[in-house]
């Protein structure tokens, strides 16, 4: 028995029905007693699909951008509200309550690029946005949902990041100033303070574009991932100043999207080589290559019960549930983590 | 005779002569004298007279000395007369009269009855009963006083003694009803009123002296032979529970005081009064416990459903009326009841089932502690006895037991909890359960039995059984025989389902279901039924308070005990000796080829001879079918327990029970089969296929994920196969998604699992061809593949039209030298413009469908892209070791041609390149295989004909032409048996597949030849039937494409007649053929030529 290999790894259960390839995922809690957790997808073909969990099937689905791609989608806390940003240079507010699907504002985005938005809540229902602004290399920030422009995010003249790729809004929990992660076309990370518009500290994680990050505000720790064969950890000091702590080698080049699990014990990159792979997060040590996907993955999403959902481009959406969440999120369920290395076998 | 005299004056004058008469001389004469004077005298003076008219008559009675016994008879019955026609008003008379006419029976000397005749015994009887009924008002009360109580003592005995020992069924029915008029029990309407609280208990104090007596009495004559009549049963029964239940009647025994009065008798009678205090009672309840037991015992098996009725009315109304004091008898009176549930006879049942109803509604049981105690204790007692009772007993007797037990949950109801929470109960409980379900595997049919038609399920689905479940499979117990006695099973598990702790009890069954695989079928069983009991299907709920379990509860419990039933090590079990690939063989459809079947039947009949014991491994082998059949079963229940819900389990359900229908063990198919119509039923679709194909994304999702192990699970691509003969077009891309799966795992398993995946092709392109039908090509493709002669020529415009007309005439011989002549010019090279504008005319139109423009080149359908990567694998597995595989490949190629075919672009290069393995299956295999590459090729012919052309005249004709002449030979030589060998059905394939072949492929002129040349042969006589007639229809498709040179060569073979010139300066044409009427051609030729004119 110790001999035989455990068999790979099977996904939980895989939906199928996009009809094209999948770029955006999202778990809805289901949260306000609205019953069973729901997963949203975007597709290339520009449409959302609502999926229930339960019976794994779409509920509804949402046509707003135009047949354009679905490149991000994110629940409001407050209200059954949904934000979709798609190709067509349209970011769409939705709401979803009662088993409503209408769109109920909508803007326009300056920017041709990929670089997907970001959300902070800021209480009262009131919420901030970061998104890819009119210039190249700028981040546009908004009040929501007034839409009132906060500031416009533009490096300095002589850094030349190129575009930004991915963002990521938040504040610490010492204090109430917002931030912003940003991840750039030349593959460096920068953290702008958004109330006194300035870049606090940047740091060059990669050779290309950065594709992807997760950052682990409690441990101001971040991992990112790029079209190169590496993952590039990297960490906050007091002072907010960005250092690269370590790099994690990788066999094949591209990572379309880093999600760390809600719980922070693992994380998991969406791979150009069809795979999805699952890293401690604390030591960076490869757990498990999810090989199921006959084509890129595309991005991946963590429900809070611990579920894993991978979209990619052969049109279907793979459900994996790995390491359950143990009840109590005290460090026992990281000794698990540590234990079960069920997935080592297939490293590659 | 109407009374005469109506005034006592008038009657007195007519009486008194006969009264006087009657003193002096006491003899039946004036008896009957007297009693005919009576007659004639109206009730209401016989009253006033009474005392008068007695009293000669009881002078008779009292006169001393021996007396002969028919005066005293007569005396008896006329007193008798005398009372029933009037009242007795007179306490004291009462009394006299009643010590007078019982005096009668027995001689003073001793207390036994003396020795007189029946009749004597008979009138006096009659005479107390009439006596009692006379008393008048409140007199009777009177008359039970405690100073009658030794007079009273002796009637009472004196009839029982009667009831017990005459042997006249007459008299003893008579002094039963006496004995019941006695103690005031009468149940006649003119009675007196109901007696007030304090009356009833001086009545029951003064009885109560009897109680022992009479109980004990009665007894022996109710536990008594049965051919003493089933009435003297019922009375005595009646008199029993009326008595007791009277006496013992907990509304009295309350009100007794602890202290006895002090009676106002003397000290004689006072001995014989009883003071019914608690010890009293203690004490006769323990001693008619004993006699309760014993008429229960005796009275539930009497033969005569009159007795069993009479035994419920005691058990209700002891039951009701003396729950308490009689507590002790409470265990036999409730088995009694609850065992007569199933009585054969339905009245029995009825009553049973109302006194139930009533008890619950009382809450007879549930409401006493001490009587569910008793309950609980006898439940226990059951169980504990059950298995032993299951396996000593025979089945009338198991029935009974298993009767009882029902009865005891049915009256428990909620409170049997009682007892399943105590371990020790539940565990006799269920193992009681387990064993009497033991099933008998070692039935040799179970696993013989095989599925001979592979895709039965694709076939529309029987129409739905009104009673989902009422479809059982027959099974075989190692303890009983009776079906009935499963039906009682089922019933008790549902019951306990229903009122039992639902968790607790799926708990420990699921245990047990877990610790030994000899108790796993039947924990499966009793799983079942639970869960079908707790969804309340067909309960019989005699507690209305009683709460269901929630269908989110039930849903949980289902899909715990689902996910145990369809887990790797429960479901997957061996359940056939054959390897999978023997399997796959016999499976595999057959159309035609029996020499293969039947060789496969003496294989697997040699492999059990019938003589020999089965083995263990047969015996296990069963068990496995059976637990697999169980808890598909089980499935088939929980889909009809959780209705709708159901729908929310079906991703996981769904996937295994297919998988199941397409096993090769028909019991299990079977089982899959109707689990299939539960679930249907329960989820509201109209059928099988549209379950399926509703719900073939969950399908899909289990398809594609054990593809991933198919070494695991290496049924997947069955369950792929039966959900593609189930979906319908809509289905295309969850199919295409799988498709890609089943081609990448098939190229990963080429060696091993071919067979499997390649039936799964065929099943995929029978689909897709199905679904996707080319209408321009269908009617055409149709008749290729039917390839069968005469429907053509009707159908089919025949092409060279003037070639068959009957009559030529002289416009018709210039116009066919007109068209000669230009034909002979366009071949010459001498084209006109005119000509040239025709020709691009009868282009086809499709032409430039597939002209636009080569540099955007739309998406392909998804169908022409999955028979394009199917084809593509056909190539690689044409050439396979396996026959079987080539077979079957070949099979999928023709159907991948059918889809494509109106796809040159890309159906040309794959033709290209499956050409040479193609060819290579034509000349050089397995007829076989040979047989349907033919198939194939006609199927190409009907597509891509110019493609083919050239290459088939090159590389096949000549091979086909050389076996079809180097064959004839033999065919015409060969005897009866032939036409069953695979070379002769290889010669008629080819030559019915050369005519149409010919035709689509528009042969040359010299291939033709080749063709007409090899085809001659067979149209000779001698050789069978049907080659002729495959022959004939290769000629008739040459006629249409060259009529004339076929006319010739026919003539040529066989000449029927002379040919005279048209005119007399032409030449006479003298062709080859032979005249003679002895050619073997002859009869096929002329046949032909016929055709031609």
């Known amino acids: 028995m110790a001999a035989s290999p455990l068999p790979p790894p099977d996904p939980r259960f895989v939906l199928r029905g996009t009809q094209s390839a999948v770029h955006a995922l999202h778990f809805f809690g289901g949260a306000q007693g609205q019953g069973h957790p729901l997963l949203l997808s975007g597709s290339l073909s520009g449409l959302v699909h609502i999926w229930s969990l339960q019976t794994r099937r779409p509920v509804a689905i949402l046509d707003g951008h135009q047949g354009q791609c679905v490149t991000w989608l994110q629940t409001l806390p407050q209200g059954h509200q949904l934000l979709s940003q798609g190709r067509d240079l349209k970011l769409c507010l939705w709401d979803l309550a009662e088993g409503r699907n209408a769109v109920v504002d909508s803007m326009h985005l300056e920017s041709m690029g990929f670089c997907r938005s970001s959300v902070l809540t800021r209480g009262q229902g009131k919420w901030m946005l970061a998104m890819p602004g009119s210039g190249s290399d700028e981040v546009q920030i908004l009040e929501m949902p007034s839409k009132t422009s906060v500031c416009t995010l533009k490096p300095e003249a002589d850094a030349k990041p190129g575009m930004p790729m991915c963002l990521e809004l938040w504040q610490a929990e010492s204090s109430p100033r917002p931030l912003l992660l940003a991840g750039y076309e030349d593959g460096s990370v920068a953290l702008w303070d958004v109330s006194e518009r300035k870049v606090c500290s940047r740091v060059a994680c990669h050779t290309e574009p950065v594709m992807g990050f997760g950052f682990d505000s409690q441990k101001a720790r971040g991992v990112s991932g790029s079209a190169e064969k590496a993952l590039a950890v990297w960490s906050l000091d007091e002072q907010q100043a960005l250092q690269v702590c370590k790099t994690h080698e990788l066999t094949n080049p591209g990572i379309a999207d880093v999600k760390i699990r809600p719980d922070r014990k693992i994380l998991a990159t969406a791979g150009w080589d069809h795979r999805v792979r699952v890293f401690h997060w604390r030591t960076m040590k490869p757990l498990a290559v999810l090989s199921f996907h006959s084509a890129t993955v595309h991005c991946v999403a963590f429900a809070t019960d611990g579920l894993l959902a991978a979209g990619s481009g052969d049109q279907r959406i793979s459900i994996w549930s790995l390491y359950p969440i143990s009840s109590d999120s005290s460090t026992s369920s990281l000794g698990h983590v540590e234990h079960r290395e069920v997935g080592a076998h297939a490293l590659a | 005779m109407m009374a005469v005299f109506d005034t006592p004056e008038e009657a007195f004058g007519v009486l008194r002569p006969v009264c006087v008469q009657l003193t002096k001389t006491q003899t039946v004469e004036s008896v009957e004298q007297l009693q005919a004077q009576l007659r004639a005298v109206s009730d209401s003076a016989l009253q006033e007279l009474q005392q008068y008219v007695l009293f000669p008559l009881r002078f008779a009675l009292k006169t001393p000395g021996p007396k002969r016994e028919c005066l005293t008879q007569s005396v008896v019955e006329c007193l008798t007369f005398v009372l029933s026609s009037t009242c007795v008003k007179e306490q004291e008379l009462l009394q006299e009269l009643f010590a007078e006419l019982s005096a009668c029976l027995y001689s003073p000397n001793s207390q036994k009855p003396s020795a007189v005749s029946e009749e004597l015994k008979l009138a006096v009887i009659r005479g107390l009963s009439t006596l009692m009924h006379s008393a008048y008002g409140d007199i009777i009360l009177a008359f039970y006083e405690p100073s009658i109580l030794p007079r009273l003592g002796f009637a009472v005995s004196l009839l029982l003694d009667l009831a017990e020992r005459e042997k006249s069924k007459q008299i003893k029915i008579a002094a039963l009803k006496c004995l019941q008029v006695l103690l005031l029990q009468c149940d006649c309407q003119d009675h007196p009123r109901a007696l007030d609280e304090l009356e009833q208990k001086q009545l029951g104090d003064l009885f ?443 991703m996981s359900a769904l996937y295994p029970v297919l998988e199941k229908a397409g096993d090769q063990t028909l019991l299990i198919s079977q089982a899959a089969t109707s689990a299939m119509m539960d679930i249907c039923h329960a989820c509201g679709y109209d059928s099988l296929q549209h379950l399926i194909s509703q719900n073939s994304d969950y399908l899909v999702n289990g398809i594609s994920l054990n593809l991933r192990h198919l070494s695991l699970h290496p049924q997947t691509p069955k369950v792929l196969e039966v959900m593609l003969w189930n979906s319908d077009a809509s289905l295309l891309p969850l199919v295409a998604d799988v498709v890609q799966d089943v081609l990448a795992t098939l190229d990963q398993f080429y060696d091993k699992r071919a067979t499997s995946f390649v039936s799964v092709l065929h099943a995929l392109l029978a689909a897709l061809a199905q679904w996707f039908p080319d209408t321009d090509d269908l009617g055409q493709l149709q008749e290729q593949s039917a390839g069968e002669e005469g429907s053509h020529l009707s159908q089919t415009p025949a092409i060279p039209e003037k070639g068959l007309e009957n009559t030529t005439t002289a416009e018709d011989i210039e116009q066919f030298l007109l068209s000669y002549l230009r034909e002979k010019d366009v071949a010459d090279g001498n084209v006109s413009d005119f000509d040239h504008e025709e020709e691009e005319q009868s282009d086809p139109p499709r032409e430039d469908e597939s002209d636009t423009g080569p540099d955007i080149e739309p998406p392909l359908p998804v169908q022409v892209q999955i028979a394009t990567d199917v084809m593509e694998r056909c190539i690689h597995l044409l050439s396979d070791k396996n026959l079987k595989i080539r077979l079957k490949v070949l099979d999928v190629l023709d159907l991948c041609i ?156 066989y000449c029927p007649e002379q040919f005279t010139p048209p005119h007399p300066r032409l030449h006479p044409v003298q062709l080859r053929g032979t005249t003679g009427q002895g050619s073997p051609y002859a009869a096929n030729v002329l046949r032909l030529l016929q055709e031609l004119q």
């Open chain 2, 208 to 650: 109560a002296s009897f109680l022992p007596g009479i109980s004990m009495a009665l007894t022996r004559i109710i536990t008594g032979d049965f051919k003493q009549g089933h009435s003297i049963v019922m009375s005595s029964l009646k008199i029993f529970f009326k008595m007791v239940s009277f006496i013992m009647a907990d509304e009295q025994l309350e009100r007794i005081p602890q202290v006895q009065p002090k009676p106002a008798v003397g000290h004689r009678v006072a001995e014989l009064v009883v003071h019914r205090e608690a010890k009293w009672v203690k004490n006769t309840s323990d001693k008619l416990t004993l006699l309760i037991k014993k008429i229960v015992e005796c009275v539930a098996v009497h033969p005569h459903w009159k007795a069993r009725l009479a035994l419920i009315e005691l058990v209700e109304a002891l039951l009701l009326k003396c729950s308490g004091s009689l507590v002790s008898s409470a265990g036999p009176l409730l088995k009694a009841l609850v065992g007569l549930v199933n009585d054969e006879s339905p009245e029995v049942q009825a009553q049973c089932s109302r006194v139930l109803r009533h008890f619950a509604d009382q809450k007879v049981v549930v409401g006493n502690r001490a009587f569910a105690d008793i309950l609980s204790e006898s439940l226990h007692a059951l169980a504990t006895s059950l298995p032993r009772l299951m396996s000593a007993q025979d089945d009338q007797g198991k029935f009974s037991t298993l009767s009882v037990l029902l009865g005891y949950l049915k009256l428990l109801g909620p409170k049997v909890n009682f007892v399943l929470n105590s371990a020790a109960h539940l565990q006799r409980l269920s193992k009681a359960l387990i064993q009497v379900l033991e099933l008998d595997v070692t039935d040799l049919k179970i696993v013989e039995a095989r599925r001979w038609n592979s895709d039965g399920l694709s076939a529309s689905p029987e129409p739905m059984a009104v009673q989902p479940w009422s479809r059982m499979q027959k099974r075989y117990f190692r303890f009983f025989t009776d079906e009935r006695l499963f039906l009682l099973v089922q019933q008790v598990c549902r019951l306990l389902g229903f009122y039992g702790d639902l968790y607790l009890l799926i708990d420990h069954f699921l245990e047990l279901y877990h610790e030994s695989v000899v108790y796993r079928k039947q924990a499966a069983m009793i799983l079942n039924e639970l869960v079908a009991g707790a969804a309340g299907l067909e309960v019989e709920n005699l507690h209305d308070k009683h709460i269901k379990p929630s269908p989110k509860e039930l849903r949980e419990i289902v899909t715990s005990i689902l996910e145990e039933y369809t887990s790797q090590e429960n479901w997957y079990l061996i359940t056939c000796i054959e390897s999978e690939e023997v399997g796959e063989e016999l499976t595999m459809k057959q159309s035609g080829l029996q020499a293969i079947a039947s060789g496969a039947h003496t294989y697997q009949g040699a492999s059990f001879p019938a003589f020999s014991k089965p083995s263990a491994t047969i015996c296990s082998m069963n068990s496995n079918i059976w637990q697999i059949c169980i808890q598909l079963e089980g499935i088939g229940r929980f889909a009809c327990a959780l209705g709708k819900d159901f729908r929310l389990l079906l």
């Open chain 2, 898 to 1053: 059918v889809v494509l075919q109106s796809r040159k672009n890309q159906l040309l290069p794959l033709a290209h390149r499956a050409w040479p393995p193609l060819v290579h299956r034509l000349t050089n295999d397995d007829p076989l295989a040979v047989l349907r590459a033919f198939k194939v090729l006609r199927t190409l012919g009907g597509t891509c004909g110019d493609f083919l052309r050239n290459r088939f005249c090159k590389d096949v004709l000549p091979k086909l032409a050389g076996s079809l002449v180097s064959q004839a030979p033999v065919s015409a030589r060969a005897g009866p048996v032939y036409s069953h060998t695979l070379a002769f059905k290889l010669q008629l394939a080819v030559l019915q597949g050369l005519g149409p072949l010919c035709e689509s492929l528009d042969l040359g002129e010299g291939d033709l030849n080749k063709v007409a040349d090899a085809c001659l042969i067979y149209l000779s006589a001698k050789q069978p039937v049907k080659l002729q007639e495959a022959a004939r229809s290769v000629f008739i498709r040459l006629m249409r494409v060259d009529p004339d040179s076929t006319w010739f060569l026919l003539n040529e073979l």
